[in-house]
């Protein structure tokens, strides 16, 4: 064998002990409140309806220590959310209007959901608009440090 030939094959075996201790320790706790309020209504405006609205909150308390990595991670992710919808009813028609709110600490501004409309008929044919873009929330956890951890980086 060659040095650089010997030289690689160290290379080798050290990246694949650092794989072999990268198993570390995780724990994280989750929890999740909520609830939601219906009230229907014999006439609302034009026709009988069912207001319904609602909150949310979620959380997550992360720490992971990994034998790859120098620095444990400890993340705290907490979000909040609210929704307003209506939905007027009657044998022939369906409309339904309504919109969110979410406020998420990893995110700077509160991400608002305009206004969605939905039609539909008696024979169950819809059509629903909303003036907006799909909207992705945070991940908990970053993908992008197991890409990382998978390439073999140490730092």
Known sequence: ???EEVERMEAI???NMLRRN?????????YQAGGH???????LWF???DLTT???YTGSHLEDASGYRELGISQLSRSAGTFLQNEWKSD???ILLGGRIDKHNLVEKAIVS????CVTTRHKTSTCGSPTAAVSAPHNFSTKIFMWISRGATR
């Open 37 to 43: 309020y219906i009230h229907s209504f014999g006439q």
């Open 22 to 30: 990268a198993f570390g320790h995780t724990t994280e706790l989750t």
């Open 47 to 49: 026709m009988p309806a």
């Open 92 to 94: 022939r028609w369906s």
């Open 13 to 15: 075996l050290e990246n």
């Open 114 to 117: 305009p206004v969605s409309t």
């Open 1 to 3: 064998m060659t040095e």
């Open 54 to 56: 609602g909150v949310e």
